[in-house]
């Protein structure tokens, strides 16, 4: 797909790449509900729309400007995905879906807060890089219809393991389904000496590996 991405919007990266794969897995009925959780330019969303017959795609985000891209997006391909902008699951509360996708801010970050502006806010998320997905942990399973999957995306270094118990402790079948190793980006790189004081990688590290945990509301 050719896509709008402008300066401030999150751009399609390996974590999409992977993520895209895992979506390409999933069996969808026609007319499915699919929610994209932190859009960005609105790749994933539009993946949806094409993968499953008739999918009524929701897309989420917090900024502005990734909501103005997302739809740009859409409209080019031709696509009815809807985008809203907002908190995380705030925009869609009370609703189900068969499918939630999701590629959260997952690098921890040395101030430890969460930014409130700009394009830092699609990946610092705290000290361990959890604070994020911690939330997603428990706001998504009330979206999930019954045999409804959860596909979540998120680097090694934030412990997938530790996203697998903590869906199924909110009564989800859950296990990672995908990984890869990846050279590190920029703001990995820009980080490498306070990750390796923190012993989060190793002294001549410079890839990490991503994953993807699959969750599912068994029926």
């Known amino acids: 797909m050719v896509?709008?991405?402008?300066?401030g919007v999150y751009a399609p990266q390996h974590d999409t790449s992977l993520l895209t794969k895992a979506l390409s897995r999933e069996r969808l009925r026609p007319g499915a509900r699919v929610l994209d959780i932190g859009t960005g330019t609105g790749a994933l969303a539009l993946a949806a729309a094409r993968h499953a017959t008739g999918a009524r795609v929701t897309a989420v985000d917090a900024s502005r400007r990734a909501v103005l891209t997302?739809?740009?997006?859409?409209?080019?391909?031709?696509?009815p995905v809807r985008v809203?902008?907002?908190?995380?699951?705030?925009?869609?509360?009370?609703?189900?879906?068969?499918?939630?996708?999701?590629?959260?801010?997952y690098v921890p970050s040395p101030d430890g807060a969460l930014p409130r502006s700009g394009l830092r806010r699609a990946w610092d998320a705290g000290g361990d890089g959890r604070e994020v997905l911690d939330r997603l942990c428990v706001s998504v399973p009330p979206?999930?219809?019954?045999?409804g999957v959860a596909l979540i995306v998120h680097s090694g270094l934030c412990d997938p393991e530790l996203?697998?118990?903590m869906l199924e402790k909110e009564r989800l079948s859950a296990e990672v389904t995908e990984r890869?190793?990846?050279?590190?980006?920029?703001?990995m790189r820009?980080?490498?000496?306070?990750?390796?004081?923190?012993?989060l990688i190793g002294p001549e590290q410079s890839t990490e590996e991503l994953a993807v945990v699959r969750a599912e509301r068994v029926a």
Do not use: E, I
């Not at 896509?3 to 300066?7: A, D, E, H, S, Y």
């Not at 997302?70 to 696509?79: F, M, S, V």
């Open 84 to 105: 809203r902008r907002g908190d995380l699951c705030a925009p869609v509360a009370g609703r189900t879906f068969d499918l939630v996708l999701a590629n959260p801010p």
């Open 163 to 165: 996203t697998v118990k």
């Open 70 to 79: 997302a739809r740009l997006n859409a409209a080019l391909a031709g696509l």
């Open 3 to 7: 896509l709008l991405k402008p300066p």
């Open 143 to 147: 979206l999930l219809r019954p045999g």
């Open 190 to 199: 820009a980080r490498a000496a306070w990750l390796r004081q923190r012993g």
């Open 180 to 187: 890869r190793t990846v050279p590190f980006g920029p703001v």
